[in-house]
């Protein structure tokens, strides 16, 4: 099961050719790229996949989503997030470490020339 956790951006600053944040979710803070979300601000609300911000959302929607889970009792001090987090970050390793041994090497990858769309963009 894929699970987006809405978080807070607490700081924000561009790191070589990515956007990287320190975003909290309720009592827990943890390093997300925004690369998906460059419009994203400190401040924001965002809901966070595998490590990035797939998009904004209303602090309102974060708020009751916070709420609906302390309700279920799934927000016990943090342990949903952090537990949501962690598996997100399993999911994330477990991705990359089949996407390494599944696709093509690097040399064919070099060989095929940089993936960029016709406006130039990656």
């Known amino acids: 099961m894929c699970l987006a956790v809405p ?3 607490v700081e924000a600053a561009d790191v070589g ?4 944040a320190k975003v909290q979710f309720g009592g827990v803070s943890r390093q997300v790229y925004l690369d998906f979300v460059p419009e994203a601000q400190p401040g924001d609300y965002v809901l966070v996949h595998v490590g990035f911000a797939i998009s904004r959302v209303e602090p309102e929607e974060a708020l009751r989503t916070y709420e609906l889970l302390k309700q279920m009792g799934a927000l016990a001090e943090g342990a949903a997030v952090e ?3 962690a598996e997100d970050a399993l999911a994330e390793d477990a991705s990359v470490e089949n996407a390494l041994a599944e696709g093509p090497s690097v040399e064919d990858a070099l060989a095929e020339g940089p993936l960029v ?3 130039g963009q990656p």
């Not at 050719?17 to 990287?20: A, L």
């Open 83 to 85: 537990n949501a987090l």
């Open 117 to 119: 769309k016709e406006d």
């Open 7 to 9: 978080g807070k951006i």
């Open 17 to 20: 050719s990515s956007r990287i």
